[in-house]
């Protein structure tokens, strides 16, 4: 009978067992963790951690940074806009201080070429909400940023925003954009629909650097949109921009693009995506807006390195038709093909005609017109480059000296 009893307990032991669930494979021991409990609550300490950890590392960035961003009013009696002799708001956008003259009262601040250039003058706001008039010192259209000079503003109204190096910038690193989302229309209007207008003071977003956009192609087709409106200069000059998905909105124009360490990598300057929730945006490297600042304020003027050669599309396109077809012809094209060439240039002077095909530019080949324009954009003022060119099967040696491209040769002429 207890033998009978002892089965019985056993075999109801064994059923009880396979039936009982499998701990999580979380909760498995490990040979470092002491107990199951003990592992349960490391896993779940860790995750509200992490989540801790990137909501403070996120507010501490706004607050370290936060009192370098400005918002921008640009102002213009334009009678297109305004009445006679009134200020109206003809764009609005934001920036962002690099450096401070104490001396005067004043600082120097960074925004977008197309927030700041109808502006008769600038209305800047900080952080704490108090106002300072401020005025255009250079525009550069060619790469999308202004210069300008904030007047009467106290050194301790504000705080300077150190500037990074864009070219060191990771894909897949952290990037905060502040600004001030609203739009031309927003002045004297009725807050109330968010879908009409944001209107908001300052505004954080931060995601991930999603890419270093490279092609040129993508440039021209934004220019043949803006250059009615912003001339034939816009983004002719800009070698390559940041992809990012710290969303920005109308407004964010010229605001700072911030890395982990809260300095400024970039200016926002364009999104994609509807017109009120935008996933990604467009952001110009600080570096290249770093070196036409400096080179304002050291030296009075800002030089593009330039031949006067049309390779990358041929000059004065009359409609976005045009730039589709031929970009898409691009797509097969093998020969660096000389589109055209500007009067009274280094090209002409060397003898290079229209027709042309390079060979050898400066000592190398380039597979594509991208990969010489972005040569060519990065080469001293004053360097002699050797070309070597093929004219009706006969190639020619010939050489040409870098000079400061004018600004009346637009487009995307190098």
Not at 406 to 413: A, T
Request: proline letters at 5%.
């Amino acid at each position: 009978m207890i033998q009978r009893i002892a089965i019985l307990l056993c075999a109801l032991g064994l059923l009880m067992a396979a039936k009982a669930p499998a701990p999580p494979i979380d909760d498995v021991v490990h040979p470092r963790s002491n107990t199951v409990a003990e592992h349960a609550q490391k896993r779940t300490g860790n995750s509200a951690d992490l989540a801790f950890q990137q909501s403070s590392f996120g507010r501490d960035l706004v607050n370290k940074v936060k009192k370098g961003a400005i918002y921008i009013w640009a102002l213009s009696t334009d009678s297109a806009i305004a009445p006679p002799g009134v200020l109206a708001a003809a764009w609005i956008g934001s920036g962002f201080i690099f450096q401070a003259v104490p001396e005067e009262n004043a600082a120097y601040a960074l925004t977008n070429h197309h927030v700041a250039n109808n502006a008769t003058t600038l209305q800047v706001e900080t952080y704490n909400h108090q106002t300072y008039k401020a005025d255009v010192i250079a525009l550069e259209p060619g790469i999308d940023v202004a210069l300008i000079k904030i007047h009467d503003i106290a050194p301790g109204s504000y705080e300077v925003n150190v500037l990074g190096d864009s070219d060191k910038v990771q894909i897949g690193e952290p990037a905060l954009a502040i600004g001030a989302p609203g739009s031309g229309d927003s002045i004297n209007t009725d807050r109330s629909d968010p879908e009409i207008t944001f209107g908001l003071h300052q505004t954080a977003t931060m995601r991930v650097v999603a890419g270093k956009e490279s092609n040129a192609m993508d440039m021209v087709e934004w220019w043949a949109g803006l250059r009615d409106d912003l001339g034939y200069e816009m983004m002719t000059n800009l070698q390559w921009r940041f992809l990012c998905q710290s969303a920005i909105n109308g407004g964010n124009s010229g605001g700072p693009l911030y890395n982990a360490k809260g300095e400024v990598i970039g200016l926002n300057h364009g999104h994609s995506g509807g017109p009120w929730t935008q996933n990604e945006n467009y952001t110009i490297p600080i570096n290249f807006a770093k070196n036409f600042a400096y080179q304002i304020l050291n030296t009075g003027k800002y030089e593009v390195p330039w031949f006067g050669m049309d390779v990358l599309i041929p000059s004065q396109f009359t409609d976005g038709q045009q730039i589709s077809e031929w970009e898409e012809g691009q797509y097969n094209a093998k020969d660096l093909n000389i589109l055209g060439v500007r009067n009274d240039s280094p090209a002409q002077r060397a003898g290079l005609q229209r027709g042309d095909k390079i060979v050898e530019f400066d000592g190398q080949t380039f597979p594509t017109s991208t990969d010489l324009r972005l040569y060519i954009l990065n080469l001293p003022i004053g360097k002699k480059v050797p070309i070597v060119v093929k004219r009706n099967n006969a190639k020619l040696h010939l050489e040409m000296e870098v000079t400061p491209k004018r600004h009346y040769d637009s487009e995307f002429s190098l």
